[in-house]
């Protein structure tokens, strides 16, 4: 039966179109605090869901975290199971299908940290993979009694070296990754049969980074669907400040050739899940998107752009908007490239 579950997964894969979103988990905050409107292309305002739709986007990619602290002003929390659920509503309702985004973590899990939440600190490994179920079935029961389920769910967030350190530090102790990642994704399969489970690791240019941990997946006998990527080609993130890289198109090409490679060695399907160029650099932005998806080859099934909805203002400098007039804010050329068509 688990391989007839998987194999209906990645055959409903083949059949979507290609997706093409966003993550916009900041959105809810950003409109809590005022911080700015959007508007279309002729200054009307505009819930920002409807206007990835235009975009031609066909999905959204959102976080969740365990317990994030609250907001020190108002006692708000953000990405946590009401919000995330209150943003994939307003997905479903604009038409969108939805990409959910397991941190396993109470604030931003990626490469450089990997933080067990405060309340599982002292838990030994049995006691993780309990907590893990417990808060992946809290979550998936939350989005389904809204009446709304993922198309695909992330097991973790950016997870070259594992998650939840030390514990699933995935050099020390891979044994201990591999179940943690298994009772993530079994929890996500018995409650949401039909979704697609995804491994996300960074770098997608990288082959050895991602096969690092698919190899350890494969060794201890852990399924999964899809693999997902992040993938900044136009980025150096070794320079400091990081700095734009004018020769994108190598890493670009190499992360879509890795598609392929991927598919013959573990037989698995994959998508960019994240991408992004600075937001003063809107002409290239537009280019490397167009690229990506215009050349995507045929085991690579879509392309997410992280985080268009923001302004740097806001203090994240590759959003996708620009300025209308005064406080307004549409699509930049870059969003717009998501109208592209895939060969």
């Known amino acids: 039966m688990a391989w007839a579950v998987v194999a209906t997964a990645v055959s409903a894969q ?9 993550d916009i988990s900041w959105i809810t905050q950003i409109e809590h605090n005022n911080q700015y409107r959007i508007v279309d292309e002729r200054g009307r305002d505009i819930d920002a869901f ?13 976080r969740v975290w365990v317990n994030p602290r609250p907001d020190r002003r108002d006692g708000r929390t953000w990405c946590d199971t009401r919000d995330m659920v209150e943003k994939a509503l307003r997905a479903k309702k604009a038409g969108l299908r ?4 397991f941190h396993y973590s109470n604030w931003w899990a990626d490469p450089s940290k990997q933080h067990v939440p405060e309340e599982w600190k002292q838990c030994n490994i049995d006691q993780l993979c309990d907590s893990v179920e417990a808060h992946t079935a809290q979550v998936l029961t939350a989005m389904k009694r809204a009446g709304v389920e993922p198309t695909w769910i992330q097991v973790g967030n950016e997870t070259p070296n594992g998650f939840m350190h030390p514990l699933g530090d995935a050099t020390a102790h891979p044994e201990y990754f591999a179940r943690l990642f298994k009772r993530g994704q079994q929890t996500c399969k018995r409650l949401c049969p039909n979704a697609i489970t ?4 960074d770098n997608g240019f990288l082959l050895e980074r991602t ?3 698919l190899d350890i ?9 899809m693999l997902g990527w992040s993938l900044y080609p136009a980025m150096n993130w070794l320079a400091t400040p990081p700095v734009v890289d004018l020769n994108w198109q190598v890493k670009a090409d190499q992360c879509l050739q890795n598609a392929g490679e991927i598919f013959r060695r573990y037989g698995k399907e994959s998508m960019i899940v994240e991408t992004g160029i600075p937001d003063d650099h809107e002409a290239l932005c537009r280019e ?7 050349n995507a080859p045929e085991h690579l099934h ?3 752009y992280w985080e268009p909805i923001t302004t740097p203002d806001f203090g994240y400098k590759m959003g996708a908007l620009k300025q209308y007039e005064g406080n307004k804010y549409t699509a930049n050329d870059g969003m717009k490239a998501f109208r592209t068509k895939k060969k």
């Open 98 to 101: 939805v990409m959910l985004d």
């Open 217 to 225: 997946l494969k060794k201890y006998d852990v399924d999964y669907d």
């Open 211 to 213: 096969t690092f941990i």
């Open 302 to 304: 879509g392309l997410v």
């Open 288 to 294: 490397v998107i167009e690229y990506l998806i215009k």
């Open 14 to 22: 083949r059949k979507l179109p290609f997706a093409k979103g966003a």
């Open 198 to 201: 995804m491994v996300h690791i």
């Open 50 to 62: 409807r206007l990835l739709r235009k975009c031609g986007m066909n999905m959204v990619r959102l």
